[in-house]
Protein backbone atom coordinates (compact mmCIF):
# COMPACT_ATOMS: atom_id res chain seq x y z
CA UNK A 1 0.00 0.00 0.00
CA UNK A 2 1.51 3.65 -0.72
CA UNK A 3 -0.08 6.55 0.59
CA UNK A 4 0.32 9.68 -1.80
CA UNK A 5 1.99 12.83 -0.54
CA UNK A 6 -0.54 15.39 -0.03
CA UNK A 7 -1.21 18.32 -1.17
CA UNK A 8 -0.43 21.47 0.96
CA UNK A 9 -3.97 23.08 0.40
CA UNK A 10 -5.43 20.08 2.40
CA UNK A 11 -3.51 20.70 5.72
CA UNK A 12 -5.29 20.81 8.57
CA UNK A 13 -4.07 24.58 9.52
CA UNK A 14 -3.26 24.93 13.78
CA UNK A 15 -3.10 28.79 14.44
CA UNK A 16 -1.12 29.61 17.73
CA UNK A 17 0.65 32.24 19.53
CA UNK A 18 3.19 30.70 20.71
CA UNK A 19 4.20 26.87 19.75
CA UNK A 20 6.47 25.08 22.16
CA UNK A 21 7.84 21.84 20.14
CA UNK A 22 9.34 19.48 22.87
CA UNK A 23 8.01 18.75 26.34
CA UNK A 24 10.57 17.87 28.53
CA UNK A 25 12.24 20.50 31.23
CA UNK A 26 12.81 23.25 28.70
CA UNK A 27 9.65 23.27 26.92
CA UNK A 28 7.12 22.97 29.83
CA UNK A 29 9.22 25.68 31.95
CA UNK A 30 8.61 27.48 28.71
CA UNK A 31 4.75 27.12 28.60
CA UNK A 32 4.60 27.99 32.48
CA UNK A 33 6.60 30.94 31.80
CA UNK A 34 4.31 31.89 29.06
CA UNK A 35 1.06 31.45 30.68
CA UNK A 36 2.23 32.61 33.80
CA UNK A 37 3.09 36.27 32.24
CA UNK A 38 0.22 36.45 29.31
CA UNK A 39 -2.54 33.79 30.33
CA UNK A 40 -4.79 35.27 27.20
CA UNK A 41 -1.53 33.85 24.61
CA UNK A 42 -2.17 30.52 23.38
CA UNK A 43 0.41 28.11 23.58
CA UNK A 44 0.76 25.30 21.67
CA UNK A 45 2.94 22.26 22.50
CA UNK A 46 3.90 20.26 20.26
CA UNK A 47 5.75 16.91 21.50
CA UNK A 48 6.76 14.06 19.29
CA UNK A 49 6.72 11.44 22.86
CA UNK A 50 3.77 12.07 25.60
CA UNK A 51 3.50 15.37 26.96
CA UNK A 52 5.88 15.58 30.48
CA UNK A 53 6.67 12.13 29.98
CA UNK A 54 9.04 11.86 27.22
CA UNK A 55 12.25 13.26 27.04
CA UNK A 56 15.55 13.00 29.28
CA UNK A 57 14.41 15.65 31.73
CA UNK A 58 12.76 12.73 33.91
CA UNK A 59 15.43 10.76 33.08
CA UNK A 60 17.31 12.64 35.72
CA UNK A 61 18.86 10.83 38.36
CA UNK A 62 21.64 12.38 39.99
CA UNK A 63 20.46 16.13 40.45
CA UNK A 64 20.04 19.65 39.71
CA UNK A 65 23.25 22.44 40.28
CA UNK A 66 22.72 25.24 42.16
CA UNK A 67 24.54 27.51 44.50
CA UNK A 68 22.20 27.57 47.47
CA UNK A 69 24.45 27.49 50.53
CA UNK A 70 26.04 31.30 51.42
CA UNK A 71 29.29 29.88 51.84
CA UNK A 72 28.89 28.75 47.66
CA UNK A 73 28.99 31.34 45.76
CA UNK A 74 27.58 31.77 41.83
CA UNK A 75 31.84 32.93 41.01
CA UNK A 76 32.40 29.27 41.96
CA UNK A 77 30.16 27.17 40.24
CA UNK A 78 30.56 29.20 36.73
CA UNK A 79 34.39 28.44 37.63
CA UNK A 80 33.13 25.18 38.35
CA UNK A 81 31.41 25.13 34.76
CA UNK A 82 34.11 26.55 32.20
CA UNK A 83 36.71 24.32 33.88
CA UNK A 84 34.90 21.75 33.22
CA UNK A 85 33.68 23.13 30.03
CA UNK A 86 37.66 23.62 29.14
CA UNK A 87 37.09 27.06 28.30
CA UNK A 88 35.16 26.64 24.86
CA UNK A 89 31.84 27.77 26.53
CA UNK A 90 30.16 30.82 25.74
CA UNK A 91 30.76 32.64 29.02
CA UNK A 92 27.57 34.76 28.94
CA UNK A 93 25.57 31.69 28.56
CA UNK A 94 27.30 29.40 31.30
CA UNK A 95 27.23 33.04 33.15
CA UNK A 96 23.26 33.03 32.89
CA UNK A 97 22.86 29.65 33.74
CA UNK A 98 24.90 29.83 37.49
CA UNK A 99 23.25 33.35 38.25
CA UNK A 100 19.35 31.86 37.30
CA UNK A 101 19.51 28.04 38.41
CA UNK A 102 18.75 29.38 42.36
CA UNK A 103 15.93 31.04 41.21
CA UNK A 104 14.83 28.04 39.26
CA UNK A 105 15.05 25.84 41.93
CA UNK A 106 13.23 28.30 44.55
CA UNK A 107 10.37 28.54 41.53
CA UNK A 108 10.04 24.75 41.40
CA UNK A 109 9.62 24.11 44.92
CA UNK A 110 7.34 27.37 45.72
CA UNK A 111 5.44 27.66 42.38
CA UNK A 112 5.66 24.15 40.51
CA UNK A 113 5.65 22.23 43.83
CA UNK A 114 8.71 19.66 43.43
CA UNK A 115 10.27 18.24 47.12
CA UNK A 116 13.74 17.98 47.48
CA UNK A 117 15.00 16.05 49.67
CA UNK A 118 16.63 17.71 53.06
CA UNK A 119 18.51 17.23 55.21
CA UNK A 120 17.83 17.21 59.06
CA UNK A 121 18.21 21.37 59.70
CA UNK A 122 15.45 21.08 57.36
CA UNK A 123 17.71 22.42 54.68
CA UNK A 124 17.50 21.68 50.84
CA UNK A 125 20.43 18.81 51.38
CA UNK A 126 23.03 19.05 48.32
CA UNK A 127 25.11 15.97 47.52
CA UNK A 128 29.04 16.16 45.76
CA UNK A 129 29.22 15.42 42.03
CA UNK A 130 32.22 15.23 40.11
CA UNK A 131 33.93 18.55 39.32
CA UNK A 132 32.77 20.83 41.27
CA UNK A 133 34.62 22.48 44.40
CA UNK A 134 31.35 22.66 46.56
CA UNK A 135 28.35 20.23 47.31
CA UNK A 136 25.51 22.01 45.10
CA UNK A 137 23.61 19.34 43.68
CA UNK A 138 19.70 19.17 44.70
CA UNK A 139 18.09 16.01 44.07
CA UNK A 140 15.15 13.66 44.74
CA UNK A 141 16.96 10.42 45.97
CA UNK A 142 18.17 9.54 42.39
CA UNK A 143 14.59 10.35 40.61
CA UNK A 144 14.93 13.98 40.75
CA UNK A 145 14.02 13.77 36.75
CA UNK A 146 10.87 12.09 37.41
CA UNK A 147 10.09 14.79 40.70
CA UNK A 148 10.95 17.71 38.41
CA UNK A 149 8.67 16.41 35.14
CA UNK A 150 5.64 14.91 37.54
CA UNK A 151 5.44 18.20 39.05
CA UNK A 152 5.48 20.42 35.89
CA UNK A 153 3.19 18.15 34.09
CA UNK A 154 0.44 18.97 36.91
CA UNK A 155 0.93 22.62 36.32
CA UNK A 156 0.27 22.21 32.73
CA UNK A 157 -3.39 21.25 33.88
CA UNK A 158 -3.92 24.26 35.54
CA UNK A 159 -2.22 26.72 32.77
CA UNK A 160 -4.13 24.43 30.11
CA UNK A 161 -2.09 24.25 27.01
CA UNK A 162 -3.25 22.90 23.87
CA UNK A 163 -1.03 20.20 23.63
CA UNK A 164 -0.37 17.59 20.32
CA UNK A 165 0.55 14.63 21.64
CA UNK A 166 2.73 12.23 19.31
CA UNK A 167 3.30 14.32 16.71
CA UNK A 168 6.50 15.34 15.51
CA UNK A 169 7.58 18.83 14.22
CA UNK A 170 8.92 18.40 10.64
CA UNK A 171 10.30 21.46 9.24
CA UNK A 172 10.47 25.03 10.47
CA UNK A 173 8.60 27.10 7.31
CA UNK A 174 9.49 30.82 6.55
CA UNK A 175 7.56 32.74 4.17
CA UNK A 176 8.22 34.65 0.79
CA UNK A 177 10.50 37.58 2.28
CA UNK A 178 12.59 34.86 4.64
CA UNK A 179 10.45 35.62 7.83
CA UNK A 180 9.36 32.51 10.22
CA UNK A 181 5.51 31.59 9.97
CA UNK A 182 5.58 28.81 11.39
CA UNK A 183 6.08 24.52 11.08
CA UNK A 184 4.86 21.21 9.83
CA UNK A 185 4.21 18.87 11.68
CA UNK A 186 2.82 15.30 11.37
CA UNK A 187 0.39 13.29 13.69
CA UNK A 188 2.03 10.40 14.37
CA UNK A 189 -1.07 8.31 14.97
CA UNK A 190 -3.09 9.70 12.38
CA UNK A 191 -0.51 9.79 9.82
CA UNK A 192 -2.01 13.15 8.71
CA UNK A 193 0.35 16.21 8.27
CA UNK A 194 -0.08 19.84 10.46
CA UNK A 195 0.55 23.28 9.15
CA UNK A 196 0.89 25.15 12.63
CA UNK A 197 1.28 28.53 11.96
CA UNK A 198 2.60 30.41 14.92
CA UNK A 199 3.90 33.89 15.97
CA UNK A 200 6.71 32.51 18.19
CA UNK A 201 8.29 29.09 17.64
CA UNK A 202 9.93 27.49 20.73
CA UNK A 203 12.88 24.58 19.50
CA UNK A 204 13.21 22.48 22.86
CA UNK A 205 13.59 18.64 21.05
CA UNK A 206 16.33 17.93 23.52
CA UNK A 207 19.25 17.48 21.04
CA UNK A 208 20.40 13.76 20.46
CA UNK A 209 23.08 11.56 21.12
CA UNK A 210 21.02 8.48 19.54
CA UNK A 211 23.22 8.19 16.87
CA UNK A 212 25.43 5.46 18.84
CA UNK A 213 25.65 2.27 19.06
CA UNK A 214 25.66 2.50 22.96
CA UNK A 215 23.46 5.72 23.90
CA UNK A 216 21.49 6.57 27.37
CA UNK A 217 18.91 9.56 25.76
CA UNK A 218 15.22 8.41 25.16
CA UNK A 219 14.56 7.22 22.16
CA UNK A 220 12.22 9.95 20.78
CA UNK A 221 15.07 12.00 20.70
CA UNK A 222 16.45 11.77 17.02
CA UNK A 223 18.40 15.61 16.97
CA UNK A 224 15.17 16.61 15.31
CA UNK A 225 15.20 20.62 16.94
CA UNK A 226 18.96 20.49 15.28
CA UNK A 227 18.55 19.13 12.30
CA UNK A 228 15.55 21.53 11.34
CA UNK A 229 17.14 24.64 12.65
CA UNK A 230 20.04 23.71 10.54
CA UNK A 231 17.98 22.81 7.56
CA UNK A 232 16.50 26.32 8.19
CA UNK A 233 20.19 27.77 8.12
CA UNK A 234 20.77 28.14 11.62
CA UNK A 235 23.97 27.86 12.45
CA UNK A 236 25.71 25.17 14.96
CA UNK A 237 28.41 24.89 17.67
CA UNK A 238 30.44 22.97 19.14
CA UNK A 239 28.98 19.63 17.75
CA UNK A 240 32.06 17.73 17.80
CA UNK A 241 31.33 18.21 21.90
CA UNK A 242 29.43 14.72 22.13
CA UNK A 243 30.03 13.42 25.82
CA UNK A 244 30.15 9.87 26.62
CA UNK A 245 28.95 8.68 30.09
CA UNK A 246 31.40 6.00 31.53
CA UNK A 247 28.68 3.12 33.03
CA UNK A 248 25.98 2.53 30.67
CA UNK A 249 24.04 -0.77 31.72
CA UNK A 250 24.57 -3.95 28.56
CA UNK A 251 21.60 -5.93 28.50
CA UNK A 252 22.20 -7.35 25.12
CA UNK A 253 19.17 -6.03 22.57
CA UNK A 254 17.12 -4.99 25.50
CA UNK A 255 16.52 -1.22 25.62
CA UNK A 256 17.87 -0.60 29.00
CA UNK A 257 21.09 -1.01 27.35
CA UNK A 258 23.12 2.70 27.55
CA UNK A 259 20.87 3.46 30.35
CA UNK A 260 23.10 5.32 32.97
CA UNK A 261 23.85 4.37 36.36
CA UNK A 262 24.88 7.76 37.33
CA UNK A 263 28.33 8.97 38.57
CA UNK A 264 27.09 8.71 42.47
CA UNK A 265 28.12 5.21 42.70
CA UNK A 266 31.51 6.34 41.54
CA UNK A 267 31.63 9.13 44.17
CA UNK A 268 30.27 6.57 46.90
CA UNK A 269 33.00 4.06 46.26
CA UNK A 270 31.92 1.99 43.19
CA UNK A 271 34.98 0.12 42.10
CA UNK A 272 35.58 -0.81 38.26
CA UNK A 273 36.97 -3.97 37.23
CA UNK A 274 37.87 -5.29 33.42
CA UNK A 275 37.29 -8.96 32.64
CA UNK A 276 40.32 -9.98 34.23
CA UNK A 277 39.96 -8.53 37.74
CA UNK A 278 41.80 -5.60 37.47
CA UNK A 279 41.10 -2.04 39.06
CA UNK A 280 41.95 -0.83 35.86
CA UNK A 281 41.39 2.77 36.18
CA UNK A 282 45.10 2.46 37.89
CA UNK A 283 46.50 2.65 34.64
CA UNK A 284 44.58 5.89 33.66
CA UNK A 285 44.74 8.21 36.95
CA UNK A 286 46.35 6.48 39.79
CA UNK A 287 45.01 9.28 42.13
CA UNK A 288 41.76 9.73 41.43
CA UNK A 289 41.01 6.31 40.72
CA UNK A 290 37.17 5.54 39.72
CA UNK A 291 36.55 9.12 40.63
CA UNK A 292 38.23 10.53 37.74
CA UNK A 293 36.04 12.72 35.41
CA UNK A 294 33.73 11.14 32.79
CA UNK A 295 35.86 11.82 29.97
CA UNK A 296 38.80 10.19 31.35
CA UNK A 297 37.25 7.00 33.02
CA UNK A 298 34.90 6.93 29.91
CA UNK A 299 37.90 6.47 27.79
CA UNK A 300 39.61 4.18 30.10
CA UNK A 301 36.98 1.84 29.87
CA UNK A 302 36.89 2.00 25.97
CA UNK A 303 40.73 1.35 25.97
CA UNK A 304 40.36 -1.53 28.03
CA UNK A 305 37.12 -3.27 25.77
CA UNK A 306 38.96 -2.25 22.60
CA UNK A 307 42.46 -4.05 23.97
CA UNK A 308 40.64 -7.38 25.01
CA UNK A 309 40.17 -7.01 28.31
CA UNK A 310 36.57 -6.20 28.53
CA UNK A 311 33.75 -9.15 29.23
CA UNK A 312 31.99 -11.52 26.32
CA UNK A 313 29.40 -8.44 25.91
CA UNK A 314 31.94 -6.28 25.10
CA UNK A 315 31.62 -4.29 28.72
CA UNK A 316 33.34 -3.69 32.03
CA UNK A 317 32.53 -4.19 35.17
CA UNK A 318 30.90 -1.55 38.28
CA UNK A 319 31.04 -2.90 41.67
CA UNK A 320 29.74 -1.47 44.87
CA UNK A 321 28.35 -4.86 46.75
CA UNK A 322 31.09 -4.03 49.02
CA UNK A 323 28.53 -1.61 51.34
CA UNK A 324 26.63 -3.99 51.69
CA UNK A 325 23.35 -5.00 50.09
CA UNK A 326 20.93 -2.61 52.58
CA UNK A 327 23.19 0.11 52.19
CA UNK A 328 22.80 -0.07 48.28
CA UNK A 329 19.76 -0.58 48.37
CA UNK A 330 19.05 2.14 50.39
CA UNK A 331 21.83 4.84 48.63
CA UNK A 332 20.78 3.61 45.18
CA UNK A 333 16.99 2.44 44.74
CA UNK A 334 15.90 3.23 41.35
CA UNK A 335 19.31 2.15 40.07
CA UNK A 336 18.81 -0.90 41.80
CA UNK A 337 15.52 -1.69 40.60
CA UNK A 338 17.10 -1.29 37.08
CA UNK A 339 19.46 -3.49 37.63
CA UNK A 340 16.74 -6.21 38.79
CA UNK A 341 14.88 -5.37 35.59
CA UNK A 342 17.80 -6.68 33.56
CA UNK A 343 18.73 -10.26 35.49
CA UNK A 344 21.83 -8.32 37.27
CA UNK A 345 21.81 -7.17 40.86
CA UNK A 346 24.10 -4.18 41.81
CA UNK A 347 23.50 -4.35 45.53
CA UNK A 348 24.79 -7.93 45.14
CA UNK A 349 27.46 -7.95 42.70
CA UNK A 350 29.03 -6.76 39.67
CA UNK A 351 27.42 -5.19 36.98
CA UNK A 352 28.22 -5.21 33.34
CA UNK A 353 29.13 -1.66 32.00
CA UNK A 354 29.97 0.43 28.78
CA UNK A 355 30.68 4.02 27.84
CA UNK A 356 27.64 5.25 26.44
CA UNK A 357 26.95 8.68 24.50
CA UNK A 358 24.81 10.72 26.90
CA UNK A 359 24.38 14.32 26.11
CA UNK A 360 25.08 16.46 22.89
CA UNK A 361 27.00 19.48 24.46
CA UNK A 362 26.57 20.87 20.55
CA UNK A 363 23.76 22.66 19.46
CA UNK A 364 21.96 25.72 18.03
CA UNK A 365 23.12 29.45 18.32
CA UNK A 366 21.70 31.27 20.82
CA UNK A 367 21.60 34.59 23.20
CA UNK A 368 21.42 34.50 26.90
CA UNK A 369 17.28 35.07 26.42
CA UNK A 370 17.44 32.37 23.95
CA UNK A 371 16.99 34.17 20.52
CA UNK A 372 18.27 32.79 17.32
CA UNK A 373 19.83 34.56 14.31
CA UNK A 374 15.85 33.77 13.32
CA UNK A 375 13.65 36.07 14.48
CA UNK A 376 10.71 34.54 16.20
CA UNK A 377 12.53 31.57 16.62
CA UNK A 378 14.34 30.69 20.17
CA UNK A 379 15.90 27.51 21.06
CA UNK A 380 16.36 26.07 25.20
CA UNK A 381 17.94 23.37 26.74
CA UNK A 382 19.70 20.60 24.87
CA UNK A 383 19.31 21.88 21.18
CA UNK A 384 20.98 24.89 21.58
CA UNK A 385 24.73 24.89 22.27
CA UNK A 386 27.71 26.62 24.33
CA UNK A 387 26.19 26.54 27.53
CA UNK A 388 28.80 24.20 28.74
CA UNK A 389 31.78 23.99 26.23
CA UNK A 390 33.97 21.07 25.83
CA UNK A 391 32.07 19.40 28.60
CA UNK A 392 29.22 19.15 30.99
CA UNK A 393 29.33 19.02 34.46
CA UNK A 394 26.78 16.58 35.92
CA UNK A 395 23.65 18.68 37.87
CA UNK A 396 24.10 21.51 34.90
CA UNK A 397 21.94 19.85 32.26
CA UNK A 398 18.59 19.93 33.95
CA UNK A 399 19.69 23.39 34.92
CA UNK A 400 20.01 24.39 31.94
CA UNK A 401 16.88 23.31 30.71
CA UNK A 402 14.34 24.47 32.98
CA UNK A 403 16.63 27.83 33.37
CA UNK A 404 16.72 28.39 29.68
CA UNK A 405 13.24 27.01 29.03
CA UNK A 406 12.15 29.57 31.71
CA UNK A 407 13.76 32.58 29.69
CA UNK A 408 12.58 31.55 26.35
CA UNK A 409 8.91 31.66 27.70
CA UNK A 410 9.98 35.00 29.02
CA UNK A 411 11.49 35.80 26.01
CA UNK A 412 8.39 34.52 23.92
CA UNK A 413 6.20 36.95 25.83
CA UNK A 414 8.30 40.04 24.71
CA UNK A 415 8.47 38.56 20.87
CA UNK A 416 4.82 37.75 20.25
CA UNK A 417 4.39 41.74 20.43
CA UNK A 418 4.21 43.09 17.32
CA UNK A 419 4.55 39.62 15.05
CA UNK A 420 1.33 39.05 13.60
CA UNK A 421 0.75 35.25 11.78
CA UNK A 422 2.17 34.96 8.64
CA UNK A 423 1.57 32.97 5.53
CA UNK A 424 3.67 30.41 4.79
CA UNK A 425 5.79 30.19 1.75
CA UNK A 426 3.72 27.07 -0.17
CA UNK A 427 6.52 25.82 -2.02
CA UNK A 428 9.16 25.19 1.00
CA UNK A 429 5.61 23.57 2.92
CA UNK A 430 5.54 21.01 -0.50
CA UNK A 431 8.77 20.37 -0.21
CA UNK A 432 8.68 19.21 3.46
CA UNK A 433 5.40 17.05 2.68
CA UNK A 434 7.48 15.52 -0.05
CA UNK A 435 10.43 14.91 1.87
CA UNK A 436 8.45 13.56 4.68
CA UNK A 437 6.10 11.10 2.64
CA UNK A 438 9.01 9.94 0.18
CA UNK A 439 9.50 6.59 1.69
CA UNK A 440 5.71 6.20 2.12
CA UNK A 441 5.06 6.45 -1.74
CA UNK A 442 7.49 4.41 -2.78
CA UNK A 443 6.67 0.79 -3.54
CA UNK A 444 10.08 -1.36 -3.21
CA UNK A 445 13.31 -0.39 -1.64
CA UNK A 446 15.07 -1.67 2.01
CA UNK A 447 14.20 -0.73 4.96
CA UNK A 448 15.42 2.09 7.52
CA UNK A 449 16.03 -0.02 10.24
CA UNK A 450 19.50 -1.82 8.91
CA UNK A 451 20.54 1.51 8.16
CA UNK A 452 19.91 2.89 11.83
CA UNK A 453 22.05 0.08 12.63
CA UNK A 454 25.14 0.89 10.07
CA UNK A 455 25.08 4.52 11.55
CA UNK A 456 24.76 3.92 15.35
CA UNK A 457 28.08 1.00 14.04
CA UNK A 458 30.15 3.93 12.14
CA UNK A 459 29.46 6.70 14.97
CA UNK A 460 30.67 4.21 17.42
CA UNK A 461 33.91 2.99 15.99
CA UNK A 462 34.34 6.29 13.69
CA UNK A 463 33.68 9.62 15.90
CA UNK A 464 32.95 7.66 19.36
CA UNK A 465 35.02 8.34 22.41
CA UNK A 466 38.68 7.95 20.82
CA UNK A 467 38.78 9.57 17.37
CA UNK A 468 41.58 9.93 14.64
CA UNK A 469 41.65 11.86 11.65
CA UNK A 470 41.35 8.43 8.97
CA UNK A 471 38.38 7.08 11.22
CA UNK A 472 36.25 10.31 10.96
CA UNK A 473 36.93 10.68 7.01
CA UNK A 474 35.80 6.64 6.73
CA UNK A 475 32.56 7.95 8.96
CA UNK A 476 31.44 11.09 6.95
CA UNK A 477 31.85 8.19 3.82
CA UNK A 478 29.26 5.90 5.39
CA UNK A 479 27.23 8.75 6.65
CA UNK A 480 27.19 9.75 2.94
CA UNK A 481 26.73 6.51 1.45
CA UNK A 482 24.02 6.53 4.34
CA UNK A 483 22.19 9.28 3.33
CA UNK A 484 21.94 8.55 -0.66
CA UNK A 485 20.67 4.85 0.58
CA UNK A 486 17.84 6.69 2.80
CA UNK A 487 16.95 8.51 -0.71
CA UNK A 488 15.75 4.77 -1.60
CA UNK A 489 13.86 3.57 1.33
CA UNK A 490 10.36 2.20 1.17
CA UNK A 491 7.87 2.31 4.50
CA UNK A 492 4.69 -0.18 3.48
CA UNK A 493 2.07 1.87 4.69
CA UNK A 494 -0.27 2.46 6.28
CA UNK A 495 0.44 6.07 7.40
CA UNK A 496 -0.88 4.68 10.96
CA UNK A 497 1.30 4.50 13.74
CA UNK A 498 4.28 3.28 11.16
CA UNK A 499 7.54 2.78 13.19
CA UNK A 500 9.03 2.05 9.66
CA UNK A 501 7.80 5.49 8.74
CA UNK A 502 8.84 7.06 11.82
CA UNK A 503 12.38 5.32 11.81
CA UNK A 504 13.14 6.66 8.40
CA UNK A 505 12.26 10.42 9.34
CA UNK A 506 14.37 9.83 12.22
CA UNK A 507 17.27 8.74 10.48
CA UNK A 508 17.38 11.70 8.25
CA UNK A 509 17.65 14.11 10.84
CA UNK A 510 20.36 11.38 12.99
CA UNK A 511 22.57 11.34 9.90
CA UNK A 512 22.68 15.04 9.35
CA UNK A 513 23.49 15.90 13.39
CA UNK A 514 25.80 13.47 12.37
CA UNK A 515 27.15 15.06 10.11
CA UNK A 516 27.87 18.22 11.88
CA UNK A 517 29.57 15.98 14.79
CA UNK A 518 31.94 14.53 12.22
CA UNK A 519 32.84 17.19 10.22
CA UNK A 520 33.11 19.45 13.62
CA UNK A 521 35.45 16.72 14.76
CA UNK A 522 38.03 16.42 11.68
CA UNK A 523 38.19 20.12 12.20
CA UNK A 524 39.52 20.36 15.45
CA UNK A 525 42.58 19.18 15.09
CA UNK A 526 43.63 18.89 19.00
CA UNK A 527 41.97 17.16 22.37
CA UNK A 528 39.73 18.90 24.49
CA UNK A 529 36.98 17.89 26.94
CA UNK A 530 35.07 15.57 25.49
CA UNK A 531 36.29 15.39 22.25
CA UNK A 532 39.76 13.28 21.89
CA UNK A 533 42.06 12.51 18.79
CA UNK A 534 44.11 9.99 19.14
CA UNK A 535 46.02 11.77 16.34
CA UNK A 536 45.86 14.85 18.01
CA UNK A 537 46.03 13.98 22.08
CA UNK A 538 47.38 17.45 23.35
CA UNK A 539 44.80 20.46 24.24
CA UNK A 540 45.87 23.22 22.08
CA UNK A 541 45.54 26.63 23.79
CA UNK A 542 47.28 28.48 21.39
CA UNK A 543 45.38 27.26 18.06
CA UNK A 544 42.21 25.98 19.59
CA UNK A 545 40.92 28.66 21.84
CA UNK A 546 38.11 28.93 19.20
CA UNK A 547 35.11 27.51 18.93
CA UNK A 548 33.53 25.39 15.39
CA UNK A 549 30.70 26.85 13.70
CA UNK A 550 28.89 25.16 11.02
CA UNK A 551 26.35 26.95 8.58
CA UNK A 552 24.68 26.49 5.62
CA UNK A 553 25.95 23.48 3.43
CA UNK A 554 27.97 22.21 6.96
CA UNK A 555 30.61 25.37 6.09
CA UNK A 556 32.83 25.47 8.61
CA UNK A 557 34.15 28.77 10.69
CA UNK A 558 36.34 28.97 14.05
CA UNK A 559 35.87 31.71 16.25
CA UNK A 560 37.68 32.91 19.35
CA UNK A 561 36.26 32.16 22.71
CA UNK A 562 35.49 35.48 23.97
CA UNK A 563 36.58 35.29 28.09
CA UNK A 564 34.13 37.43 28.89
CA UNK A 565 33.73 36.56 32.66
CA UNK A 566 37.29 34.46 33.02
CA UNK A 567 40.28 33.65 31.53
CA UNK A 568 42.13 30.37 31.90
CA UNK A 569 44.92 32.42 33.06
CA UNK A 570 43.28 33.74 36.21
CA UNK A 571 42.47 30.15 37.34
CA UNK A 572 45.91 28.71 36.57
C1 LIG B 1 20.01 8.89 31.63
C2 LIG B 1 20.25 10.35 31.78
C3 LIG B 1 20.51 10.86 33.04
C4 LIG B 1 20.72 12.22 33.20
N1 LIG B 1 20.99 12.70 34.45
C5 LIG B 1 21.21 14.02 34.61
C6 LIG B 1 21.46 14.56 35.91
O1 LIG B 1 21.50 13.85 36.92
N2 LIG B 1 21.63 15.89 36.03
C7 LIG B 1 21.59 16.73 34.96
O2 LIG B 1 21.75 17.93 35.11
N3 LIG B 1 21.35 16.25 33.70
C8 LIG B 1 21.17 14.93 33.51
N4 LIG B 1 20.93 14.45 32.25
C9 LIG B 1 20.83 15.41 31.12
C10 LIG B 1 19.44 16.04 31.12
O3 LIG B 1 18.48 15.03 31.11
C11 LIG B 1 19.24 16.94 29.90
O4 LIG B 1 20.26 17.89 29.92
C12 LIG B 1 17.93 17.70 29.93
O5 LIG B 1 16.92 16.96 30.54
C13 LIG B 1 17.46 18.08 28.54
O6 LIG B 1 16.21 18.73 28.67
P1 LIG B 1 15.40 19.25 27.40
O7 LIG B 1 14.17 19.90 27.90
O8 LIG B 1 16.31 20.03 26.54
O9 LIG B 1 15.01 17.93 26.60
P2 LIG B 1 14.19 16.64 27.05
O10 LIG B 1 13.80 16.67 28.47
O11 LIG B 1 14.96 15.48 26.59
O12 LIG B 1 12.83 16.76 26.21
C14 LIG B 1 12.80 16.63 24.81
C15 LIG B 1 11.36 16.67 24.35
O13 LIG B 1 11.31 16.87 22.95
C16 LIG B 1 10.35 16.00 22.38
N5 LIG B 1 10.70 15.84 20.96
C17 LIG B 1 11.79 15.25 20.40
N6 LIG B 1 11.73 15.37 19.06
C18 LIG B 1 10.58 16.04 18.76
C19 LIG B 1 9.94 16.45 17.56
N7 LIG B 1 10.46 16.19 16.35
N8 LIG B 1 8.77 17.10 17.64
C20 LIG B 1 8.18 17.36 18.84
N9 LIG B 1 8.74 16.98 20.01
C21 LIG B 1 9.93 16.35 19.97
C22 LIG B 1 10.40 14.76 23.24
O14 LIG B 1 9.24 13.98 23.10
C23 LIG B 1 10.56 15.41 24.62
O15 LIG B 1 9.28 15.77 25.09
C24 LIG B 1 20.72 13.08 32.07
C25 LIG B 1 20.46 12.56 30.81
C26 LIG B 1 20.24 11.20 30.66
C27 LIG B 1 19.99 10.66 29.29
Known sequence: MTVEIPDPADLT????????????????????????????LDVTVVSKGAVGRSGCTRMVQGGYNAVLDPADSVDLHLRDTLEGGKFLNDQELAHTLVTDAPKVIHELETRVG??????????????????????????????????IMGRLRDQMFRVLPSELEDVRALDLVLDADGELTGLT???????????????????????????????????????????????????????????????????????MTGAVLEEGLRGAGAYLFN???????????????????????????????????????????????????AEVERLFPGMVERTRQIGQDLAT????????AHFHMGGVLIDRDCRTELAGLLVAGE????????????????AESTVFGARAGDTAVAEVVGRALR???????????????????????ETPFPLTAELKDAMWLGCGVVRDGAGLRDCLGKIGELTARLEHVAVPGPAQVNYGWQEALDLANQLAVARAVVVSALHREESRGAHYRSDFPEQDDAQWSQYVVLRGNAEVETHQVQHTRLSPEEVS
Open 114 to 147: CFFDRGPDGRIHQKAFAGQQFDRTVHRGDLTGIE
Open 423 to 445: EPDRAQVAASLARTYAPLSRTSG
Open 13 to 40: VVDTDVAVVGSGGAGLMCVLHVKDAAPE
Open 185 to 255: ALDVRTGKALLIRARVVVVATGGSATMYRIAAPAREKTGDGVAMCWRAGLPLRDMEMLQFHPTGLLADQAR
Open 349 to 356: GPVEVSPT
Open 275 to 325: AVGERYMARYDAERMERSTRDVVSRAGYTEIMAGRGTSAGGVLIDISHLGK
Open 383 to 398: DSGGTHGANRLGGNGV
